[in-house]
Every structure is written in structure tokens, then in C-alpha cells.
Nanobody
């Protein structure tokens, strides 16, 4: 069983910063990549940033230069600076990982954490 637990969401004024963390626990053999996705009311879930086990990072164009993703062992962090009202959404942690030798890779999701940026 795998669990991804997010923390660090909240309310912040435009221009402020927040730091989101995601801790993966349970039966984990190998983490291939982890990422953050977000979903605003009435919109589809979208990719924010991802990081592979080798350290390769990708960012949505809308957050480049403002957000930084990092990882250490089974924990992932998203540092969000210069936040804008349009960053308001529920942020979800995603992990693509393997739970045992010879098993396939699967996606796991956290429960989500609310980020609200006021203007």
C-alpha cells in the first residue's frame, strides 16, 4: 500500500510564497518520477511540475521562473514564489512508482491541498 500525503497549502496574498511538501510512504521499491498537478474550479487538472529520479525537471509555462520542484528520498517539495490569483487551485501530488521487483509502474495520488492566492 502506498500513501502520498501533501502539506503546506493555505491562503496567501498575491506576490507571496508557499511551500508544498509531499511525503510518499508504504511499500515502495522504486520511484520513477513525482509531480504536482492542480485543478481550479471548473477547469481540468493540469500539470504544474515534475521531477524524475534522475533529477530532470519540467514546468508548466505558467509557473516557469516562479516555482521550483525538488526531491529528497521519498519527499518532494514545490517552492512557489511570486504567487498570482490564477495559481489558486487544489494541488495534488503524483508519484509514478513501483511497489516490488518485477511489478509494473503505477500512478498514485495524494488527497490534495488547497492553495488560495488573494489579489
Amino acid at each position: 500500500q502506498v500513501q502520498l500525503v501533501e502539506s503546506g497549502g493555505g491562503l496567501v496574498q498575491a506576490g507571496g510564497s508557499l511551500r508544498l511538501s509531499c511525503a510518499a510512504s508504504g511499500t515502495i521499491f522504486k520511484i520513477n518520477a513525482m509531480g504536482w498537478y492542480r485543478q481550479a474550479p471548473g477547469k481540468q487538472r493540469e500539470l504544474v511540475a515534475t521531477i524524475t529520479s534522475g533529477g530532470s525537471r519540467t514546468y508548466a509555462d505558467s509557473v516557469k521562473g516562479r516555482f521550483t520542484i525538488s526531491n529528497a528520498k521519498n519527499t518532494m517539495v514545490l517552492q512557489m514564489n511570486s504567487l498570482k490569483p490564477e495559481d489558486t487551485a487544489v494541488y495534488y501530488c503524483n508519484g509514478n512508482l513501483r511497489t516490488g521487483w518485477g511489478r509494473g509502474d503505477n500512478d498514485y495520488w495524494g488527497q490534495g491541498t488547497q492553495v488560495t492566492v488573494s489579489s
